[in-house]
């Protein structure tokens, strides 16, 4: 069965100019068996009287909408995938990418740490993906699966509009909810939906 995966990401992956751009960026990777649309998200924009177009983003949302929005997803099967970066600790080696390089090297190692019966031949959607980022990250993917002798994750990766999809609304909400329980910040969000967290990667790893 074909499964679907939505992916966007909390915080600037810029290297450059640290001290004014976020210290932790992070990357939500969301799997579902289906892409249709959720009448459990119907149903908090509709106790808000949102309209049936309302996209839910992290940033800027009210408790109130957050709480209610993750407790809506309690009975939804999805599993989660996530990578949180501390970008003021991690290699040198990173100083030089762009921003783009730095998401789809993460992306990329994020993916290819699922075993090969999790991830394979499924269907990628990524928030504002570009055709331009969208090939890079196949090119990218498709050459560090070769190196380890294994079958691409995806066979298809494309770029989505979270106004009209509820699971990259879904990622967005799970980005932001993770990288604030990494970097010390509110941490209820993240406990509404950790036991669908199947991989939570830290970058560097936290001394024990």
Known sequence: MTQYHYLD?????????????????????????????LTELSAVRQKFHFPN????????????IKESFFASLRSVPFRVRAVVIDKSLIPSRYAGFTGQQFVVEFITRLALRANPLDLAKDILIIDAGTPAFCRALRIKLSAESRLIKRRTPFSK????NSKKEDGLQIADMI??????????????YYRMFADKVI???EVPRPEK
Do not use: C
């Not at 983003?57 to 009210?62: A, F, L, N, Q, V």
């Open 53 to 64: 177009t309302f996209e839910f983003k992290y940033h800027g949302t009210r408790p109130a």
């Open 199 to 201: 991989d939570l990667w």
């Open 175 to 188: 980005a932001g909810a993770v990288r604030q329980y990494i970097s010390g910040g509110e941490k209820n």
């Open 157 to 160: 990766i494309v770029g989505g």
């Open 9 to 37: 990401e909390s915080g600037d992956p810029g290297m450059a100019g640290l001290e004014s751009s976020s210290r932790y960026f992070a990357i939500a990777l969301v799997q579902v068996v289906d892409n249709a649309s």
